[in-house]
């Protein structure tokens, strides 16, 4: 396993000196956003695609580092009931798709998407209860939008040989281990996870045991690192479907955070175990989100809790088990 970053904290520098930056505090692999809400600050499609030089002077600069890319990161919503957003967002995926393909990067990440209610909708629609029972509808609605448009990406990522990492996420269709099980079951094998542990752990689902569900299914693509602290004091108040703004610190029920700042160095080097017992081995991506400090010190932090948590070599022969 390698200690990766999302590199959207440091957009605002170029892809060179983030990489070196990253390179001298022990990065070993970089998840690069090419659209959507993560932005493409160090690769664009637009600029990207089908340019071989620029993909070389990409592909280059990471070398050069002794980095890899362990996914590219297009996050939007392609189920949107807006036509245009949709197709929009579909279309940047698409590409994104191809272009990890002409990089020889295995994996991209993104959401599941989220439709309205019904064909007439305007706007998406979180249904998380199945009553009164025009919501269980709706979500019926949903889902059959969503097999319908995976089940097409799923053959268009084999086309490519490359795997969808898919965030389960509030406010998107799928947003637990047992919604993405569902998805990848109706649809296809290269449609997995891309395992975030900050959106489980508010909704009190254990972790560990979400890695091995979806592991035992060879269902988990990618890791991203980010840690999630619940405020009990609020969420005893108003629970932890929490509307407050993330800006709005004191009084959220919880709080993303940085590695080590919501769950302790032991539980992360469980996690890490466990990754290891169900075979994943790729790579530990931080992606900062910690409202409470700076990017490069929530990344460094992260770095140096994870750098103890990982293993650096393959598992030895079992000789007092013989």
Not at 85 to 105: N, S, W
Not at 176 to 195: C, D, H, S, V
Not at 258 to 267: F, P, Q, R, T
Request: with cysteine; charged share 30%.
């Amino acid at each position: 396993m390698k200690v990766g970053v999302l590199t959207a904290p440091l957009d605002d520098q170029p892809l060179d000196e983030a990489l070196e930056y990253l390179a001298g505090i022990g990065v070993e692999a970089v998840e690069l956003g090419c659209g959507g809400f993560t932005g493409d600050g160090h690769l664009s499609t637009d600029t990207h695609l089908d340019d071989e030089d620029a993909r070389v002077e990409v592909l280059e600069a990471v070398e050069k580092y002794d980095m890899e890319i362990s996914a590219l990161a297009t996050h939007n919503n392609p189920l949107h009931p807006d036509d245009e957003r949709a197709a929009e967002d579909d279309q940047q995926l698409r590409d994104a798709i191809e272009l990890a393909g002409q990089l020889g990067v295995d994996a991209i990440t993104c959401f599941s998407g989220l439709p309205g209610g019904s064909p007439n909708d305007e706007t998406p629609n979180w249904i998380t209860a199945p009553w009164p029972s025009e919501h269980l509808e709706a979500l019926e609605y949903q889902w059959d939008v969503a097999i319908d448009y995976w089940s097409e990406i799923n053959d268009l990522a084999d086309e490519h040989d490359v795997d969808i990492g898919i965030e389960m996420h509030p406010n998107m269709l799928v947003y637990e281990p047992q919604g993405m099980l569902k998805l990848r079951e109706e649809t296809g094998e290269r449609i997995g996870a891309n395992f975030d542990p900050s959106h489980l752990y508010w909704q009190g689902i254990d972790v560990t045991e979400a890695i091995r569900l979806l592991g035992e299914e060879d269902a988990i693509h990618h890791f991203h690192a980010k840690d999630t602290k619940v405020y009990d004091a609020n969420a005893r108040e108003k629970g932890v479907l929490d509307t407050a703004p993330y800006t709005d610190e004191p009084d959220r029920s919880w709080l993303f955070r940085s590695i080590g700042y919501g769950h302790d160095e032991s539980h992360w080097k469980d996690v890490v175990s466990t990754l290891r017992m169900v075979d994943y081995d790729g790579a530990l991506s931080i992606e900062h989100e910690d409202s409470l400090t700076s990017g490069r010190e929530g990344l460094e932090k992260a770095v140096d809790v994870l750098s103890r948590a990982v293993f650096e070599t393959s598992p030895g022969e079992a000789y007092w088990a013989e």
